[in-house]
């Protein structure tokens, strides 16, 4: 109790001489305030470019299925008029594969063969010894035309019987020139034949 009295008596003594104004006072003085500034966060980085839109595909043109009639089947069933025990003897063979087309044949080609025309030939000379002689006589000849229509080589196959006749005859027939064979429309080399007739007239 005695601390309670002793309490107020100062407490008292404090509010008559100014010791709360003084504290008031102090409390009074100027505080200072400082304005701070908020801390603003970094912009967000720029979103990226939306994805381009997806183009569908147009859809297919419709065709309207083609409209078919199928026949109907008959209603009633196909009756079986005989009956028969015996087994078949032979197999029934399948139907047959039709066969496969022959293998076409190369072309072959074109050959002409040469012209022998004796009539634009100059006559072979007559052998004087011959004539002198009375020799006459036939000789056959096998010769080569050359692509160029002259004569490249010639030999007797048939004599006339008289030597300076079957010369002769080959003499003149190296002077002729006539029109070579030839092969899908190119001159090539070929033998021909021919015979000289010597007659006394």
Known sequence: MAAVVVFHIILGYALVN??????????????????IE?????PPDKPPPPPPPK???????????PEIQIAAPP???PTITAVTQVKPTQPIAPP?????????????????????DATACEKPVYPAASVRANETGVV???????????????????????RRLDDAARIGLGLCK????????KPERQWARIEYEWKLE
């Open 140 to 162: 056959r000849l096998n010769f080569l035309i050359d692509v160029d229509g002259k004569i490249l080589e010639s030999k007797v196959e048939r004599s006339s019987g008289f």
């Open 18 to 35: 100014g010791l709360a104004r003084k504290i008031v006072e102090v409390v009074k003085a100027p505080l200072e305030t400082k304005i």
């Open 178 to 185: 006539f029109k070579p064979a030839t092969v899908d429309g």
């Open 96 to 116: 047959s594969r039709p066969a496969p087309p022959a293998p076409a044949k190369p072309r072959e080609p074109v050959r002409v063969p040469a012209v022998v």
């Open 55 to 65: 183009l569908a595909a147009p859809p297919p043109p419709y065709i309207p299925p």
């Open 38 to 42: 908020e801390v603003k966060p970094p």
């Open 75 to 77: 209603t009633q069933a």
